[in-house]
């Protein structure tokens, strides 16, 4: 047994690259084992993004996700296997990071997660990473983590182009900078416009980061600010935006300072 302010040998030896550094070290690795990270949709951004997590030891991570895996999803949903073609995502994705790492807890959720349950559905989780295909959830998941002072880190990507904005309690959100839910046919998907599984990779990768570094406070917080990826030139812009007075999402939200 080991106090719960310490770490075992074995997290010791599996973490020892991240310990290492000055902005991790045995305190910030009992940080990550202590976070809960929700991630919604465990597609093209959420598989990279939760096999991140679950290997630097993420102590609890909840998989959302009603779908179930195809053999399209394949070519950039690399949680899955073409074994698990047919099965539910989340039970897939929960034994893919099992495998990873047994040492941490793997919840699923097998529902879409709207307006409606997402409030209850996100409670008591550090942050939610949105890797959802469509604009509905990433708004909702916006709204709940803005009322509840839950860091939001939402991606996009289509084509060879990304972008992550991270929303730490406080923030300027995602509604500020969006504005509403686009009317359906208006922005491209994937499914018609395509995508690189790689640059999915990439952008899902940069949620795993920039989770970490909020779960950790290492380097700048992300306050206001959008990463834009354009992975054909290739190109990553970091774009400031400002707190849109009319945003209902930080109307409604309890005042709280930015970390
Ligand atoms: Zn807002």
Redesign the pocket.
Known sequence: MTADDELDDEALLRYSRQIVLREVGGTGQLRLRDAAVAVVGAGGLGSPAALYLAAAGVGRLTIVDDDRVSLDNLQRQVLHDTASVGEPKADSAARTLAALNPTIRVDTVERRLGPGNATGILAGHDVVIDGSDNFSTKFAVNDAC?AQGICAVIGGVVRFDGQVVVVPPGA??Y??LFGDVPPDGLVPGCRAAGVLGAVAGMVGTLQASETLRHLLGAGDAQVGRVLVLDALRPRLRSVPFA??PR?S??AAAPVRGVR
Do not use: E, I, K, T
């Open positions: 803005v300027p959100c509604r500020c707190r849109d945003c999402a930080c």
